[in-house]
């Protein structure tokens, strides 16, 4: 398992979580959840889509290309887990990488 770090500038009480109970994403400056996709279902807070960060933070946002990520990863071809509520993807061995379900 890999170790997760967080952004300390990220201010954490601002986010707005995805209007779908069971994701779990964030809305993004677009209006939609960046794990689904699913625009959000409400009227967003004000302000809502700007960056925020914490008072006194003096280190820059850096943005993520295209380039920069790792071509490897084949998105397009991830076979979801058939458990709805589960976040899991199908793996080599035809299970999910989370809950152990088969395809």
């Known amino acids: 398992m ?7 500038n990220i201010d954490w009480d601002a986010r ?6 069971s994701c779990i994403g964030t809305i993004g400056p677009d209006g939609k959840c960046k794990e689904c996709g699913k625009p959000y279902e409400g009227v967003l ?3 809502h889509g700007r960056e925020t960060v ?6 820059e946002t850096k943005s993520v290309s295209p380039e920069d990520t790792d071509s ?6 991830r076979v979801l887990c058939s458990d709805g509520a589960c976040i899991g993807i199908i793996g ?8 152990g379900k088969p395809l």
């Open 45 to 47: 807070p004000e302000g």
């Open 92 to 99: 080599p061995d035809g299970k999910c990488n989370e809950c």
């Open 72 to 77: 490897s990863d084949d998105w397009d071809k």
């Open 16 to 21: 707005v979580l995805c209007s779908d109970e």
């Open 54 to 59: 914490q008072p006194g933070a003096t280190e």
């Open 2 to 8: 890999s170790e997760i770090i967080f952004d300390e």
